[in-house]
């Protein structure tokens, strides 16, 4: 087995008893009492998998959650969130945040092994499929649904995503809005008001992907091309 988990916990006795359990499951274990330095032992450490206290000293849960997605060294670790609250809203914030997983204390440690193993199956299988595309500072990992501009994610909706990940993975090929709205939207382009909304799409992507969004070029008349190479 042998990954290293990073456990992230201010509750010293609740600290010893999953790295004692962990490592009894053949898991390598680094601990951290506080949020600040949990980022900074997760962008050392790599580890496989971070078990992540929602309420720490000083930093919380969350904002440590947040620096480690925008970090590109640790934005595709998987996180198991743990939380004294049982309410539905901490559960959804913790998830929007980046957390994988979302267990509320108390919990049984035979629950909280299964979720870990549950995760890092998940994870294994994603990087066996591993797709990341990358020109100039632009990097687009497909199975994290992430985009990155200089290491920054880019706060691209799931459409803007699509309509990214459909020009950068068509190698310079020109895509029509006919082609994009049937890839991206599902659409048969029938209307003009439907080619358009690629137009505006496109636009909005181009401003949120600053600098770099001038490499997805307008081939007049036809459609768009995604230009890798261009500088």
């Known amino acids: ?98 957390a994988d997983d979302y267990v509320t204390k108390p919990f049984g440690i035979k629950e909280l092994l299964s979720r870990v193993k549950a995760v890092l199956r998940r994870s294994a299988l994603l990087g066996e499929v591993l797709e990341v595309y990358r020109a100039g500072d632009l990097e687009l990992d497909c199975s994290r649904v992430l985009a990155l501009v200089k290491g920054r994610p880019a706060d691209l909706t799931s459409r803007e995503f699509e309509l990214l990940k459909a020009l950068m993975t068509a190698g310079e090929k020109m895509l ?23 137009d505006v799409h496109i636009g909005t992507l181009r401003k949120k992907l600053g600098a770099e969004g001038r490499r997805i070029v307008t081939v007049k008349n036809y459609g768009y091309r995604f230009e890798a190479g261009k500088k």
């Open 1 to 98: 087995m042998d990954e290293k988990i990073l456990i992230v916990e201010d509750e010293k006795d609740i600290a010893r008893m999953l790295d004692y359990n962990l490592k009894k499951e053949g898991y390598r274990t680094v601990l951290a009492h506080e949020g600040a330095s949990a980022a900074l032992l997760a962008a050392k450490e790599r580890p496989a998998l971070i078990i992540l206290d929602l309420m720490l000293p000083g930093l919380d849960g969350l904002e440590v959650c947040r620096r480690i997605r925008v970090d590109a060294k640790t934005a595709a670790i998987p996180i198991i969130m743990l939380t004294a609250k049982g309410e539905e809203a901490d559960k959804v914030v913790g998830l929007e945040m980046g």
């Open 176 to 198: 029509s809005r006919e082609a994009l709205l049937e890839k991206v939207w599902g659409l048969d382009a029938s209307l003009e008001v439907e080619t358009r909304t690629v």
